[in-house]
């Protein structure tokens, strides 16, 4: 788990909707397949495939030390009036600063209130989470669950 | 600081451990939850097991209960039923009077104290339920968050996240891949080795025209100002040329053409390479050479 995994993840991505690119690939890991996948289930992309370094695999190939290099995720980015769905996507925690609330400050969070100096959630936005036990979720389902953590980044 | 106090985590003493007001039987009755939880305890030996033979004892599965004394039962047990009556204290004496006095005093204190602590473990209970209370509310909201969010359309990703990412190597895998490595680093040594093996046997043939005495060095520059002095100056001629930029392909050509039959023949310079002093060291060309000859003789015969 890095952040600056995560920074080129957000990187990559705004540039990749930037030039209305259909799909992208992102290395495989644990982390990025926890973003990805909350990102799926928030509606902001509209598939995720494993896949290597050439596209998206035809059969299920196993990831073994061998062939993690060339592993890859394959994202589909969704378009809406010729416009991208994700706008803005940045971190919040950086390497050099990073923001653990408590589950208060995530409730707080969650209900549109500006928490240190996270900006309040606007419409239409999303802020993930990290927890205790490596998990990420969506702030407002760690409010749900009166959970607290790492603030990792905002989509919008 | 002294080593003493390190088996005391660098403290200077540790306190004893408080002793219960109330020993021996509970203050109150158990709830049910209790009760269900204690009806789980077992004790004794495991089944089959012949019990000890032990006079006046007999041994119990479950504990047994212990009675109940209340708080009030123990004030009126200890303290209130204890308390001397119908003392007249004209008859007794000023120390008789100032103990009776103090003994009352200590009664109080011990009143003070079972009411007090009573007290205290009441607030601790109530404290424990609530925490109780709350844990269940927040696993049943997690459990119903669960179920709610339908994970059964996505059963493969969130399977990748339960278990590893990546199934490591097995054993006997590890061992291909370490002794594929070994067979690499050794190759490549090899090539090493060889490549300085040539470079040794090019300066050693380069070394027969070397320059070595006094002599040879008069005969050399004899030769080259005085006996072939065209080939000195057509040299010269090549090397002005190059270095004004005019590429001649005439004199190119020999130095290619031995390129090229070095390559072939495997020599360096017209001189036998590597391949060929290895063989003849070994004695393969002599063997060669040998069973050639007796088969033509033997032909010939």
Not at chain 2, 123 to 128: D, H, R, Y
Not at chain 2, 167 to 189: C, F, G, I, M, S
Not at chain 2, 206 to 217: M, Q, R
Request: net charge positive; charged share 30%.
């Amino acid at each position: 788990m890095s952040l600056a995994h995560l920074a080129n993840l957000c990187c990559h991505i705004k540039n990749c909707t930037n030039v209305h690119v259909a799909t992208t690939s992102i290395p495989f890991s644990r982390m990025h397949l926890q973003v990805v996948l909350g990102l799926y289930k928030q509606g902001f992309i509209s598939s995720i495939q494993k896949g290597s370094t050439s596209g998206p695999d035809l059969k299920p190939v196993e990831v073994t030390p061998d062939n993690i290099a060339t592993r890859r995720l394959w994202l589909g980015l969704k378009y809406i009036n010729n416009r991208p769905v994700i706008e803005q996507m940045s971190l919040i925690s950086k390497p050099s600063r990073k923001v653990n609330l408590t589950s208060t400050e995530v409730k707080a969070l969650a209900s549109g209130l500006p928490v240190r100096f996270i900006k309040p959630l606007q419409p239409a936005e999303c802020i993930f989470i990290r927890t205790k036990n490596k998990e990420i979720v969506e702030v407002q389902e760690a409010a749900k669950r009166d959970l607290s953590g790492l603030a990792l980044c905002r989509v919008k | 600081m002294s080593k003493r106090s390190l088996k005391l985590g660098r403290k200077s003493g540790v306190l004893p451990r408080v002793r219960p007001v109330f020993k021996r039987y509970p203050i109150r009755h158990k709830t049910a939850e209790e009760k269900a939880e204690e009806s789980k305890i077992e004790q004794g030996f495991a089944e089959g097991i012949p019990l000890p033979q032990k006079k006046g004892f007999t041994f119990h599965r479950q504990p047994i209960e212990k009675p109940v004394l209340t708080v009030e039962e123990r004030i009126k047990r200890n303290i209130d039923e204890r308390r001397p009556q119908n003392i007249d204290e004209s008859k007794l004496s000023q120390d008789e009077i100032w103990q009776l006095k103090r003994d009352d005093i200590r009664r109080e204190h011990l009143r003070e104290a079972y009411l007090k602590e009573a007290e205290r473990l009441h607030k601790i209970e109530e404290l424990k339920r609530k925490q109780q209370e709350r844990e269940k509310k927040a696993s049943s909201v997690v459990k119903q968050h669960t179920e709610e969010s339908g994970s059964l359309t996505l059963p493969t990703i969130d399977s990748y996240l339960k278990g590893p990412i990546m199934r490591q190597r097995t054993p006997e895998e590890q061992q291909l891949v370490e002794e594929q490595r070994v067979l690499n680093r050794r190759a490549q040594e090899l090539e090493i080795q060889e490549r300085k093996m040539n470079e040794l046997l090019q300066l050693y043939h380069a070394a027969a025209n070397f320059i070595t005495t006094e002599e040879e060095l008069e005969q050399a520059i004899k030769e080259a100002f005085e006996v072939n002095v065209s080939k000195f100056e057509s040299k010269q001629m090549v090397i002005e040329n190059k270095l004004s930029g005019y590429f001649n392909a005439f004199s190119n050509m020999n130095t290619n053409e031995s390129i090229v039959t070095d390559e072939m023949f495997g020599e360096i310079n017209g001189q036998p390479g590597l391949n060929k002093i290895k063989s003849t060291l070994d004695g393969d060309v002599e063997k060669l050479r040998r069973e050639a000859q007796l088969s033509i003789n033997q032909r010939s015969a």
